[in-house]
């Protein structure tokens, strides 16, 4: 030192050596910012949350709504690279998904013992995401087949476009002549269904739809389509063309009691007709009783003894002579979401005293395979969060999401980590449980700490200073949220 004093002496004295010290002073200021910094950074920077693992919610997703268990279960296990504590999240997700068993389910429904059966459930009215249930399950051979007096689904929907009649209204009235008399011994002689006739009497549009669906008069069949169409011949021209605006293209129908066996239809053809039938307010209400009084004949029952039961309100029955077909249809609730549930029993060589009752057995049975059940339950425990330093914190979610499926099919949850500051306190969002049904998000819950995040020290940060580089540089650029 004291030779370049010597030497900055001797070049330029004392100047020479103030500015020296006029350089070195703004390093050493500098360097000692840059050392604070880091310290400071290491010591109270951002921290990452290393690891999180999602534990089972307060009730099993695929139990029943019985409450018994799915054997198939749920998925409910989450753990790897969660979110950053005041930093970017990084999304983990949960794929342990249960394999899907919908096809059993399917198959161990209680199906009638002969015949083709198909249906249709869904769920009614407006219904979040995680309780939406559709499902259409067919069994059988579903190629077209007589369906008998199924057909007067369609001569009655056909007729009401031309003479509509709202529920609860008699609408007009007809009188009987001596041709609707002549009706009925026609069809006494071929052994149809029918219901008496007096010359003169008077009927109203609701009281004859009363004698066709409840009762399956083909007499009165006959009157209601040369009442609103003229003649069997114009109803017959112009009805498959209906059929084809109405998406029953294939569908044949012959006349419009169903006596004729080429009348024919599939199951699910069937299905769809019911859900014609249902949308249209008076065959519903019709269809739903099951019983009428009806001046000059008396009190008739219902065809359909199902009707009236478990949530059945329809839909009509078929039969000739070794063939035994039904359309029917159930609402009712699960875990209080409404369904409508419609479906078509064909071909059935057993009389109605076994196939209607079997028919309500396979309903019974559908009502059991909608599972319910609170997949994440607000206050309730969903989880462990880990940091690599030890820290732990039980994870609890702030939302419940009840969910209703088909049995069989996938529920499953995944963590999708968030962004919280460092010695995070109870209460702060960690991250949001996903609820996956099939593979689909149907509902999210946030998921809260319990107990705060302790800092881990600065021994931990110095050793770990590699992992405060991501969340730090997230902060800074601003992306916060998952």
């Known amino acids: 030192m004291s030779r370049r004093r010597d030497e900055l002496l001797a070049s330029g004295g004392a100047a020479a050596l103030t500015e020296s010290r006029g350089i070195v002073l703004p390093i050493v200021v500098v360097a000692t910012t840059i050392l604070l910094a880091l310290l400071a950074w290491v010591g109270w920077g951002p921290l990452p949350v290393q690891s999180a693992q999602l534990t089972a919610g307060a ?38 998904a249960t394999a899907d068993t919908t096809a059993e389910t399917d198959a161990a429904l209680a199906w009638p013992s002969t015949g083709a059966s198909a249906f249709t459930l869904r769920t009614v009215g407006d219904v979040p995401d995680a309780e939406r249930v559709e499902r259409t399950v067919t069994h059988g051979d579903q190629q077209a087949c007589s369906i008998a007096s199924v057909t007067k689904l369609v001569t009655v929907l056909r007729v009401l476009d031309r ?13 009987l002549t001596q041709a609707d008399a002549d009706l009925e011994q026609s069809y006494i002689a071929q052994n149809g269904s029918t219901m008496p006739v007096t010359v003169g009497q008077t009927l109203t549009e609701r009281q004859l739809l009363e004698l066709i669906l409840l009762r399956s008069s083909n007499n009165h069949t006959v009157t209601f389509v040369n009442w609103g169409f003229g003649s069997v011949d114009e109803y017959l021209a112009s009805t498959p063309a209906w059929l084809a605006e109405h998406g029953l293209d294939g569908m044949t129908i012959a006349d419009p009691t169903g006596i004729d066996e080429n009348n024919r239809a599939t199951p699910q053809q069937i299905v769809h007709l019911g859900e014609l039938a249902l949308a249209n307010p008076a065959v519903r209400e019709i269809a739903a009783l099951q019983m009428a009084d009806v001046p000059g004949i008396g009190q008739i029952t219902n065809h359909n003894t199902l009707v009236g039961h478990d949530g059945v309100d329809g839909l009509k029955t078929g039969s000739l002579a070794t063939v035994f077909n039904l359309a029917w249809s159930a609402h009712f609730d699960v875990d209080g979401v409404a369904f409508e549930l419609v479906g078509a029993s064909l071909g059935s060589t057993n009389g109605h005293s076994t196939l209607q009752p079997e028919v309500g057995r396979l309903i019974a049975s559908i009502k059991a395979a909608i599972s319910g059940a609170d997949v994440t339950v607000a206050g309730a425990s969903a989880g462990t969060l880990t940091t690599e330093w030890g820290a732990t914190s039980e994870v609890r979610a702030a939302a419940t999401v009840h969910v209703l499926t088909w049995r069989g099919t996938p529920v499953t949850t995944a963590f999708v980590g968030g962004s919280v500051d460092a010695d995070a306190d109870a209460g702060a969002q960690v991250g949001t449980a996903s609820v996956l049904v099939a593979g689909q998000q149907v509902g999210t819950a946030p998921l809260l700490l319990a107990e705060a995040i302790p800092d881990p020290g600065l ?24």
């Open 459 to 482: 021994a931990w940060r110095a050793t770990h200073v590699d992992q405060l580089v991501a969340p730090t540089w997230a902060l800074v650029t601003g992306r916060t949220g998952a």
């Open 59 to 96: 009730a099993d997703a695929s139990a029943d709504a019985t409450g018994d268990a799915d054997p198939a279960g749920a998925a409910t296990d989450a753990a790897g690279g969660a979110g950053d504590l005041a930093a970017t999240a990084v999304a983990a997700t949960a794929d342990t």
């Open 163 to 175: 003479l509509p009649l709202a529920a609860g209204e008699e609408g007009p009235t007809i009188t």
